[in-house]
């Protein structure tokens, strides 16, 4: 199935680039085009979700809150109108997943944590359908700690591990013979976390040229001016053990970027070997084009001076282009980001009683109007809090690729230039590879569809008698229940069926099927809708102390007693209101048959008290006709029957059904016109229940259990004013969580809620993103203690 970006998007893009694209000289116009076409042709997502916390035991409820929005300005985007998230354990199994409706960018949903996981970290990722068409390293990941109290807990201290990696970034991506070069480098042990070590560069006689160590998580740097025809060795010692690593490769010729900053202006100085007469230079961000163009060498050498207030927000790539203009060098340049949401968030006391009242206020600035989340829970040895945020993400995290280490220092005061320079010189990451978009190597076919509407699920439709993919088949899926539903699809050239469903909440037998009366001879297999590639990285065990087992019983306690004497409160869901309505809407005619003559034979009932549907026999089948009298015509094809949402396509079928069964007949006595198919009219039964009632199904049908978007739980909080609530014990962890918090046009939003029995100091996190797109994070703490002063 192919798909085009709407045209707004193209144009708000095109637009942008318009803005930001002033010094453009019409050689470079080559480069410029391809990356626009690109853009203009792959509009990317981003999905972040906030938690309620980062630690949690089995049989307590995972709450999270999430944001999809436009990949390169981080505005709220309706494209999709689903997002997939899961928990995926350590051996890559998902263990949990839910489908999130998203309503103008902005979803939220619950998991209950199963008893019979293992104590051990988790990825909880999410993506949307349409992200599924880029790499998998662009979702959303976020690691989950979770203990299981319910079995015996591998009580273990702080891993450690003996090995090291140590990878060498010449700047820029080139190391050239007589050119002084920085050269960052980055330690890491098996687990992927930046380890102290000391490294030394030996010539061919074993003579040391130089030694360093890192600053910061393992990361550092040092100039270097390599010679003709070295031999340079690599070597590290780490925890007393030698370790010999390849030294980059030296080039005879080249180009080679050095950037440094200056206050508010960043200096990109080149040098080339040969001299060269002409190179083009790219400052880009996300695709959007910030500074562009050629310029000679003088001398083989030429130095830059771009202005920080011309780059955009965040992880920033300078690119160099040879006389052929292909991409020779690339730096990663970082801005601190100013488009941020201010939000302050404040309890209305430091100190608290138990099952006392707390009311926060919170305000924002820089923008008014802001989608926040809010969690309040206790903090301990056990719970701590995070160092991802929505800030850290959009900004540094998602963009780059692999697990970034602390992504919230490099945003508090404590962050200097060189540390964060550290971290973009040992990375490197675009969304699109150069050499694809200059040889137009992607594809125009997207696999994966964008979900506009509510889920589309997607069905494969084969031959039976050679298993080859069957083309333009039509083909019916119904969702039978209180609330039946309805869709039918046509396959395309590859047997793929798209069936765009809209209000499909819960778990539900489906039944998709052919015509089998025409199209008996083929099978259908419903794709899992879920991403199947999965990127590993690394990640250190959990580390449980013998020193939390008090903790951790404490906290199983006051799991169970909640779970005994608040299960029904914490097991409320809010059903969505979809209405009754088949997707016909009212019906011509409508027969509660309750309120007529009850029939033992559907013929009768069809003869004696339905006009509009006339019962015809022919070569001893049943056939029905509808006729409309407000046209004076009856159709002369059979109509859509419809039983429980199932379509019929045997009439002989629905005179064989109990009339008794069925509570509601409707009949649409036009023509009807829905999706790709036209039906003479549609004849629709509604069973009591909604569950077919014991109507056997044509064998050629699939039917199958599935999974729809997921209902939402609504949060516990008690009410301590109400005096029916004392006597119950109350020893949450998690006093508050709400996705929904919105500030007023003034910018400001209050929250209350109440305490329970457990002491200690409680953490306050509110974070969101404003309706123009800034990110913003607070946090606030207070306590809670027996007796306040």
């Not at 906030?50 to 944001?67: C, H, I, P, S």
């Not at 939220?108 to 990722?125: A, D, E, H, V």
């Not at 390599?226 to 980059?248: C, H, Q, T």
């Not at 069957?470 to 699809?489: E, K, R, T």
Request: hydrophobic share 35%.
């Amino acid at each position: 199935m192919n798909f085009s970006i709407p045209k707004s998007y193209i144009f708000f893009f095109v637009f942008s680039q318009i803005l930001c694209f002033d010094n453009v000289l019409a050689q470079n116009n080559e480069v410029k085009d391809e990356l626009d076409h690109y853009r203009q042709n792959n509009y990317q997502e981003k999905i972040y979700i906030t938690t309620d916390r980062e630690q949690y035991l089995a049989g307590e409820l995972l709450w999270f809150k999430v944001y999809c929005l436009d990949a390169t300005l981080h505005q709220y985007t309706d494209l999709s109108k689903v997002a997939y998230v899961e928990l995926i354990s350590e051996d890559t199994i998902a263990v949990l997943q839910a489908k999130i409706e998203l309503k103008h960018g902005v979803g939220s949903g619950s998991f209950y944590i199963p008893t019979n996981l293992n104590t051990g970290k988790f990825q909880l990722r999410g993506y949307t359908n349409w992200m599924k068409n880029y790499d998998e390293a662009f979702f959303f990941r976020k690691e989950i700690e979770i203990i299981n109290s319910f079995r015996k807990i591998p009580y273990i201290s702080a891993t450690s591990s003996d090995r090291l990696d140590l990878q060498l970034f010449p700047e820029g991506g080139n190391l050239v013979e007589g050119i002084e070069s920085q050269i960052a480098f980055k330690g890491v042990d098996f687990y992927g976390r930046g380890v102290d070590f000391k490294g030394y560069l030996l010539n061919q006689q074993s003579d040391t040229l130089l030694e360093f160590q890192p600053t910061y998580l393992g990361m550092g740097s040092f100039s270097f001016r390599p010679e003709p025809n070295s031999d340079i060795k690599l070597i590290a010692v780490y925890k007393g053990n030698k370790y010999r690593f390849d030294f980059p490769k030296i080039k005879d010729e080249g180009l080679v970027m050095k950037v440094s900053e200056d206050g508010e202006v960043m200096h990109v100085k080149i040098k080339s070997v040969p001299a060269l007469g002409t190179i083009y230079f790219l400052a880009h961000s996300n695709n959007i084009i910030t500074h562009s163009g050629q310029y000679s060498l003088r001398a083989g050498e030429l130095e830059l001076t771009i202005q920080k207030n011309e780059l955009r927000d965040g992880i920033n790539h300078f690119t160099l282009f040879n006389e052929s203009q292909q991409p020779v060098c690339e730096r990663l340049v970082f801005k601190k980001p100013k488009k941020k949401l201010g939000i302050n968030v404040r309890a209305n006391k430091e100190q608290f009683a138990a099952r006392e009242k707390v009311s926060l206020d919170i305000s924002t600035v820089q923008s008014k109007l802001a989608d926040l989340s809010v969690s309040v829970f206790k903090l301990d040895s056990l719970n701590e809090q995070g160092d991802l945020n929505i800030l850290s993400y959009l900004y540094l995290t998602s963009d780059l690729r692999g697990k970034i280490e602390h992504p919230g220092y490099y945003f508090s005061g404590d962050a200097n230039f060189q540390d964060i320079d550290l971290l973009m010189l040992t990375n490197g990451w675009s969304r699109f590879r150069w050499e694809e978009i200059l040889e137009n190597k992607l594809p125009a076919y997207k696999k994966f569809v964008p979900e506009k509407y509510g889920p589309i699920i997607k069905a494969d439709i084969a031959n039976n008698l050679n298993g080859a993919p069957a083309a333009h088949v039509f083909a019916y899926l119904s969702v039978p229940g209180p609330f039946p539903q309805f869709y039918d699809a046509k396959s395309n050239g590859l047997g793929e069926l798209y069936f765009e469903t809209h209000n499909f909440y819960g778990p539900a037998d489906i039944i998709v099927q052919t015509n089998y009366r025409v199209d008996s001879t083929y099978s259908i297999d419903l794709s899992d809708p879920f991403a199947s590639r999965y990127t590993f990285y690394p990640s250190s065990p959990l580390t449980v102390s013998k020193s939390l087992a008090e903790i951790i019983n404490h906290r199983s306690v006051g799991l169970q007693a909640l779970n005994i004497y608040q299960s029904g409160r914490i097991n409320s869901y809010k059903v969505p209101e979809i209405g009754n309505e088949m997707f016909f809407g009212n019906a011509d005619q409508n027969y509660l048959l309750d309120d007529y003559t009850r029939f033992t034979i559907m013929e009768d009932v069809m003869r004696e008290y339905v006009p509009g549907v006339w019962v015809r026999q022919k070569g001893g089948d049943f056939h029905f006709k509808v006729a409309n009298f407000e046209q004076d015509l009856v159709y002369a094809d059979d109509p859509l029957i419809l039983y429980d949402g199932v379509p019929i396509f045997d009439v002989n079928k629905v005179m064989r059904i109990d009339p008794l069964k069925v509570k509601k007949l409707e009949v649409v006595t036009h023509r009807y016109f829905y999706r790709q198919q036209t039906y003479d009219g549609i004849v629709n039964y509604t069973t009591y229940h909604g569950d077919l009632d014991g109507f056997e199904l044509d064998p050629h049908s699939l039917l199958v259990k599935y999974e729809g978007l997921q209902i939402k739980r609504e949060f516990y909080s008690p009410n301590y004013d109400l005096k029916n609530n004392q006597h119950m014990p109350d020893f949450r962890n998690l006093l508050y969580w709400s996705p929904d918090v919105l500030t007023d046009e003034d910018g400001n939003a209050s929250v209350d809620f109440y305490t329970s029995d457990e002491t200690g100091k409680f953490l306050v996190v509110v974070e969101g993103l404003s309706t123009d797109g800034r990110p913003g994070f607070a946090t606030d703490t207070f306590e809670v203690k027996n007796e306040v002063n």
